[in-house]
């Protein structure tokens, strides 16, 4: 089975970094460590225009990463993430999150610090939370992780305090992205099916070396199967 589906891996693997070399915002966001063409160039294609986003959060909310929310008068409850928005976006999110706590010399202890304080689960999801966001300053600047590092992400950012925008001005955001203003890319339908099955690919060759006791990597370093 896997002698099968490496050939065909590896075809659409070339493709798709082909695809990357021609986007000079998918090369530059991966230089950030964790995030390769795959990851780069599906943000670059269904984020589009990042101009669009006044803040990180919205970008988050876009990509189903913040909590649905359930309040009665003074109460106040968060629930599991609202999973909106790109589900396969997501996915290569987490695997590169997850890439990145390892990576990273401040990730891993943040990670543990949420990991203890609020559970394994709400951990990953805040770490991948805080990679997408980054992407997103990265991909509107227009800067690479370097540079990331040296100017941070509130540089010049437009909005009130930080980058992030007065009420109104979310509001007229957020009914921006409700009614679809994103920007054309042309060929994007073709490289979206090209990635999802790039990822169909890929994770049934995970679960080949699953099914065979493989040592593969959890975001704490353990291995499956131990």
């Not at 396969?88 to 010399?105: D, G, I, N």
């Not at 991948?128 to 300053?137: C, N, P």
């Amino acid at each position: 089975m896997l002698d099968r589906l490496n050939p065909t891996i590896a075809e659409l693997s070339q493709a798709i970094e082909q695809e990357a070399e021609k986007r000079p915002a998918a090369q530059r966001l991966m230089t950030h460590p964790g995030v390769g063409a795959l990851t780069a160039l599906a943000f670059v294609l269904i984020i589009g225009d990042a101009q669009r986003f006044q803040c990180g959060k919205q970008v988050a909310s876009y990509l189903g990463l913040v909590p649905l929310e359930d309040s009665s008068g003074n109460r106040r409850r968060l629930g599991h993430i609202t999973k909106q928005g790109s589900s396969m976006l997501r996915f290569l999110l987490v695997e590169a999150a997850q890439v990145a706590v390892h990576s990273l010399p401040e990730w891993p202890g943040k990670y543990m610090h949420l990991m203890i304080q609020r559970g394994r689960k709400t951990a990953k999801i805040a770490m991948v939370r805080r990679l997408a966001v980054r992407l997103y300053w990265m991909m509107r600047q227009g800067w690479d992780y370097q540079q990331w590092i040296e100017f941070g992400s509130h540089a010049g950012q437009p909005g009130t305090g930080h980058g992030v925008p007065s009420n109104i001005e979310s509001r007229k955001s957020r009914m921006g992205l409700l009614t679809g203003n994103k920007t054309a890319i042309p060929g994007v339908s073709v490289i979206i099916r090209l990635l999802s099955s790039r990822i169909r690919l890929a994770r049934a060759w995970r679960c080949c070396l699953l099914l065979g006791k493989a040592n593969v990597p959890t975001w704490d370093g353990r291995r499956y199967g131990q």
